[in-house]
């Protein structure tokens, strides 16, 4: 098993700065890839960023060239820098951890992030 806790979520004022962080600890020889997800309130979970211990990147659209994903593999955590913070970026915000990408096998609790004036 793989325990996933984040941190770094709160209010923020539109075009502010927050950076997410998810320590991730058990079985971690498993994991090969971390991401960040997020879930709007009457909205399904969608992708943020996903990133490889080796360091492949992959965005959703709506977040490139704002948000930055980065991976420590030495302490194991993967880190979101958001940038131009804005409203519809509103929600709460999972980390997740898997074998590839695509497949996020655990998940954290979740941290919340609201983007209001």
């Known amino acids: 098993q793989v325990q996933l806790v984040e941190s770094g979520g709160g209010l923020v004022q539109p075009g502010g700065s927050l950076r997410l962080s998810c320590a991730a600890s058990?079985?971690?020889?498993?994991?090969?890839?971390m991401g960040w997800y997020r879930q709007a309130p009457g909205k399904q979970r969608d992708l943020v960023a996903t990133?490889?211990?080796?360091?492949?990147?992959h965005y959703a659209d709506s977040t490139k060239g704002r948000f930055t994903i980065s991976i420590d593999n030495a302490q194991n955590t993967v880190y979101l820098q958001m940038n131009s913070l804005q409203p519809e970026d509103t929600a709460v915000y999972y980390c997740?951890?898997?074998?590839?990408?695509?497949?996020?096998?655990?998940w954290g609790k979740g941290t919340l992030v609201t983007v209001s004036s």
């Open positions: 997740g951890a898997g074998k590839n990408s695509f497949t996020m096998d655990y």
């Open positions: 058990g079985s971690i020889f498993s994991i090969a890839a």
């Open positions: 990133i490889t211990r080796a360091y492949a990147r």
